[in-house]
């Protein structure tokens, strides 16, 4: 038997660079016992030189709820608008965030600061699917979610892990992009998902799914085409997984102690950190959530509790990105569906508000330590540089190298652009 000292087993790749389901699985049938006595780095080293890798990734940090722009990015001292958060200096030049955030504070010339989002959606579900599509909701057509857009674009195919991963929560789906691009959800981020081992030998499994494809081909051949492939894909993408190695990935144990205690250890700070393995895998699209920023009262209390483990992950998350060559090719994005009123309300919070919210960017092509846009001094409105949602968008595709205006089928038999409208915001670059 090979030792974790000698090369991994050899693997055929197709023209495209890409292992097919069948040559997996021939590959895994005489490979699977070998690889249990692999480190990761070996295997990941195997395939580095094989499978067709992955240049660019993106990590969204989604802030559920509609985080504070004045309790975070435009915090404005002084103003009767203020509230009880200070402000504080940070190492960009000139530019101060809300206090709590000490340790992105120290990672800001990493980072560009969006302060003139702008949007109509006050409601959260119709906020968040704008935020995730780059669209409103309307009618009969559903949207695909930008992570499964992401992963379609810029995803390899066959690729043996999901090529979008949500962890914390689900986030929007494929739509009319299939389900082959569906977020593979991830509820507990410091335990790996369940079921991943194999329930019988790679050969077995290998006849299981020959005999699944001869059962179903009748039906491909009545009018249940669809469903058909849909099924196959969850079949395919499953097997895939279960023999893959990649999936030690989803294994924070096997990180050191203290890189974990680094992250923090959160749920979010956790995922953070599986966010980071997964992209070091070869994931194309990988959403971190954090709930609980929709603070309508008692609001200072609330984002003492909510802000240390997402600033500490997040801070964290952008230097181990760095620290290892990858955060110049991963587009690190952190935002909520909008913002809050600048007028505290009677139970000590803040309400809904859209028309002034603030992103963050960092990575792949990102100017840190700027700001873009303005809001006036009682951070009412946008006075500079008013950036819309399909704005935002279009500065995501530009960053991933995917044309916002390529045309997909929808769901309603008429082709669909990835971005309809809006111009990338230049001055992040």
């Known amino acids: 038997m090979s030792t974790p000292s000698q090369p991994c087993v050899k693997v055929r790749v197709d023209s495209r660079g890409t292992v097919s389901r069948r040559g997996f699985l021939r590959w895994a049938t005489g490979g699977t016992a070998v690889l249990a006595g692999l480190r990761w780095s070996d295997c990941l080293g195997a395939f580095a030189g094989e499978l067709k890798k992955q240049d660019r990734a993106c990590i ?44 992105l504070a120290r990672a800001l010339k990493d980072v560009a600061v969006i302060r003139s989002m702008t949007s109509k959606e006050g409601n959260h579900g119709r906020a968040t699917y704008l935020l995730h599509t780059s669209y409103p909701p309307s009618g009969g057509i559903v949207h695909p979610g930008f992570g499964s857009t992401v992963a379609r674009e810029i ?8 090529s979008f991963v949500s962890i914390s929560g689900p986030s929007v789906g494929p739509s009319f992009l299939g389900v082959r691009h569906a977020p593979f959800v991830v509820t507990d981020p410091t335990k790996p998902p369940d079921n991943l081992s194999l329930p019988v030998p790679a050969s077995r499994l290998e006849r299981r799914l020959g005999l699944l494809e001869e059962l179903e081909a009748p039906l491909a051949r009545s009018g249940a085409a669809s469903l058909v492939h849909d099924h196959r894909t969850l079949y395919q993408q499953t097997a895939q997984m279960a023999l ?28 953070c950190l599986m966010a980071r393995r997964l992209v070091e895998a070869g994931v194309s699209f990988v959403e971190v959530q954090s709930t609980g920023w929709d603070t309508h009262g008692n609001e200072l209390p609330s984002l003492k509790k909510l802000i240390p483990p997402v600033d500490r992950g997040t801070a964290v998350l952008l230097a181990d990105l760095k620290e290892r060559g990858l955060l110049h090719k991963t587009l690190v994005i952190w935002m909520g569906e909008f913002g809050r009123t600048p007028r505290i309300n009677l139970t000590a919070g803040r309400d809904h508000y859209p028309h002034v919210f603030n992103v963050a960017l960092a990575g792949l092509g990102v100017r ?42 929808s769901n309603v038999g008429r082709p669909l652009k990835i971005v309809e409208t809006g111009a990338a915001v230049r001055e992040v670059f």
């Open 244 to 271: 893959s190695p990649r999936t030690r990935a989803f294994d924070l144990d096997r990180e050191p102690e203290k890189v974990r205690e680094t992250y923090g250890r959160s749920a979010f700070g956790q995922g």
């Open 155 to 162: 995803g390899p195919a066959d690729f043996d892990l999901p």
């Open 368 to 409: 840190g330590g700027r700001v873009v846009g303005a809001t006036d001094k009682l951070g009412a409105e946008v006075v500079e540089r008013p950036v819309t949602v399909p704005d935002l968008f279009c500065t995501f595709c530009r960053a991933l190298g995917i044309d916002p205006r390529k045309e997909n089928q």
């Open 60 to 103: 969204l940090l989604w802030m559920a709820g509609g985080p504070s722009q004045f309790e975070t990015f435009d915090p404005k001292p002084g103003a009767p608008t203020q509230g009880p958060t200070r402000a504080i200096a940070t190492n960009a030049p000139g530019v101060q965030i809300a206090e709590h955030w000490t340790n």
